[in-house]
């Protein structure tokens, strides 16, 4: 267990649609990553959010947006769901941005149909 | 670009052989590298890292890796392959920011 949660665990809804994943970080990091797993694309970054502000961005799509909230849990908000949507999402966190290691949640499962 | 690379989409060992996972990397200068393990439907668990100093990490499980400079590389190894083992594994490395992953290497483990 890595002490990084994520809610929920499985979530399947239809195009067009919009979700939200949360991710709680480990107690006393400070940085929330998010990071997409497709068979096609492998794991990507998407973005990062430094005790609620943006840090880096990735391959993020403009459908998709994120924010870390004052308590450092983070929310990944995607909207207009398409077919290709569907992918593992991954939240992870670290204690600094730039240098420290990445600890894992169990990642929220979205299938768009 | 910045890339990594795992040469070895998926490698098959017999329980008790060694193990060893490619993974090279192309970056101006030295990154923080990692490897990562990811069993079926779960989330990715951290083997090791190397951020400096020795260039042989060891790591959890039994796992270590070796860091040579002049060959961009960070090869995962295990002497003794276990059943639990199987899973796929992941090199990652980290630069200014910039984490990027390699595809990944799937390991079959044969009884």
């Known amino acids: 267990d890595s002490g990084v949660t994520q809610t929920p665990k499985h979530l399947i809804t239809a ?3 919009r979700v939200t994943l949360r991710c709680s970080p480990r107690s ?6 998010w990071y997409q797993q497709s068979l096609d694309q492998g794991l990507q970054f998407l973005i990062q959010y430094y005790n609620g502000e943006e840090r880096a961005k990735g391959n993020i799509l403009e459908r998709f947006s994120a924010q870390q909230f004052p308590d450092l849990h983070s929310e990944l908000n995607l909207s207009s769901l398409e077919l290709g949507d569907s992918a593992l999402y991954f939240c992870a966190s ?3 941005p730039a240098t420290d290691t990445q600890y894992f949640g169990p990642g929220t499962r979205l299938t768009v149909l | 670009a910045q890339s990594v690379t795992q040469p070895d989409i998926h490698i098959t060992v017999s329980e008790g ?3 060893e996972l490619r993974c ?12 990562y393990v990811q069993s079926p439907g779960q989330g990715l668990q951290l083997l090791l890292k190397y951020f400096s100093g020795d260039t042989l990490v060891q790591g959890i499980k039994g796992f270590e890796a070796e860091f040579k400079r002049s060959q961009s590389s960070f090869n995962l190894r295990k002497p003794s392959v276990h059943w639990s083992d199987a899973a796929e594994y992941f090199c990652a490395v980290l630069n200014n920011n910039d984490m990027r992953f390699g595809a990944g290497t799937r390991l079959t483990v044969k009884p």
Do not use: C, I, K
């Open chain 2, 24 to 35: 090279n990397y192309s970056y101006g200068a030295t990154p923080y590298l990692f490897w």
């Open chain 2, 17 to 19: 052989a060694s193990l």
């Open chain 1, 94 to 96: 670290s204690v600094t």
């Open chain 1, 28 to 33: 006393g990091d400070l940085s929330v990553y």
């Open chain 1, 15 to 17: 195009t067009g649609q």
